[in-house]
């Protein structure tokens, strides 16, 4: 007689385990890989917005060696050390805080701590504005009494770009077609901010007259008639 002994056919398995892991694992390490990824992303902005500003001053450069230098807006460290290493005796500040703010007075308290003469106008982060406030800063850069001094906007791109530009035309015989070269160089970009180029065009001619004529006259800043007979601030 013949026996035979069925056993149950084995069925299709499925493991909810060990066989899981490498899945498991793989999305794990992804997402370390995106965390990682994201901290470093706000380590680099924090760095750039904020650290970095405290540690190199923002946009700096020399227009005259030993009398007139540039820059973005400052920290009171940056200022410090450009004030320091430079014998900074005057800053302009073009615009770079609203009038009164917060940041616009902490500027204006480290300059006064620092013994250099603070002085501030308010033109528009395109570089446009009233010519006399132009006029009456060309007066103040080309006085030597001022020197060492140091020019600044927000940037450092826009309007002190377009004051060392009138700067050197008016007292340096540099056309604007030469110093634009060097504007470049600080961030103004023609085709981003067409607006300065414009504004040069028809202003300029009769910022960089109104400041000749008060700088050979020996009238100082606010004091000139015309488009620079407005008081600084």
Avoid: W
């Avoid at 917060?102 to 982060?125: C, I, K, M, N, W």
């Avoid at 103040?140 to 309007?159: E, F, K, S, Y």
């Avoid at 006259?217 to 008081?231: D, E, M």
């Amino acid at each position: 007689m013949n026996t035979t002994s069925s056993q149950p056919e084995a069925g299709p398995t499925t493991s909810t385990g060990p066989a899981a892991l490498p899945g498991r694992r793989s999305n794990r390490g992804l997402k370390i890989v995106l965390l990682v990824a994201m901290f470093c992303a706000l380590a680099g902005y924090g760095y750039r917005y904020g650290i970095r500003d405290h540690l190199i001053p923002r946009n700096f450069g020399t227009v005259d060696q030993g009398q007139i230098y540039r820059s973005g807006r400052l920290t009171p460290a940056t200022m410090e050390r450009i004030v320091r290493d430079n014998n900074i005796r005057t800053v302009i500040d073009l615009g770079a805080y609203e009038e009164g703010s917060v940041p616009d007075v902490l500027e204006r308290r480290t300059a006064e701590a620092l013994g250099a003469r603070r002085v501030r106008f308010s033109l528009s982060g395109d570089a446009t504005g009233n010519p006399a406030d132009y006029v009456n800063a060309l007066k103040i850069m080309a006085d030597p009494a001022n020197h060492p001094l140091l020019v600044h906007c927000a940037a450092g791109a826009q309007r002190t770009s377009a004051a060392v530009m009138l700067y050197r035309k008016a007292f340096q015989n540099v056309p604007f077609e030469q110093s634009l070269d060097e504007a470049r160089t600080f961030g103004h970009d023609p085709e981003d901010n067409p607006k300065l180029l414009k504004y040069l065009a028809e202003h300029g001619d009769a910022i960089i007259a109104e400041a000749k004529a008060a700088v050979e006259s020996g009238v100082g800043a606010g004091v000139g008639t015309g488009i620079g007979a407005a008081p600084v601030k």
